[in-house]
């Protein structure tokens, strides 16, 4: 059994945690009745003025000039030929290394016929 002291002690406790879970929520009520309020405070304000109604600022874009444009698309024209070229390039060394390939096959499966047939004359032999 506890002692009185222990008792009144142990509801001392609970009751200041009881005590700072309220403040906690009150803060936080009202917080973030503030944060909302200034949020559509600022929202209407906006939508008076005529601007946009969302937080981040509509970027225009910025417009080129014709000869920007011109120089634009002679790069591009000029990168999408030597990105032709440069597959061409790759599509040829795939045509050699394929045919280096199969003729690679083609002597490896000869030789192990030759090596066969080899060591079947040799059983023969012996």
């Given at each position: 059994m506890l002692d009185w002291f222990t008792?009144?002690?142990?509801?001392?406790r609970k009751q200041t945690k009881k005590g700072e879970e309220e403040k906690r929520k009150q803060t936080e009520t009202t917080t973030s009745k503030l944060i909302t309020e200034k949020r559509t405070k600022e929202h209407r304000d906006r939508i008076t003025r005529g601007e946009s109604?969302?937080?981040r600022p509509i970027?225009?874009?910025a417009?080129?000039?014709l000869?920007?444009?011109?120089?634009e698309e002679s790069l591009l024209l000029t990168e999408r030929i030597n990105l032709k070229d440069e597959l061409a390039a790759l599509r040829l060394t795939l045509e050699k290394k394929t045919a280096t390939n199969d003729s690679l096959k083609r002597i490896?499966?000869?030789n192990i016929g030759a090596t066969f047939t080899w060591s079947l004359e040799m059983e023969a032999l012996l």
């Open positions: 008792k009144q002690r142990i509801q001392r109604p969302s937080p970027k225009k874009r417009t080129k000039s000869a920007e444009l011109r120089e490896k499966v000869e």
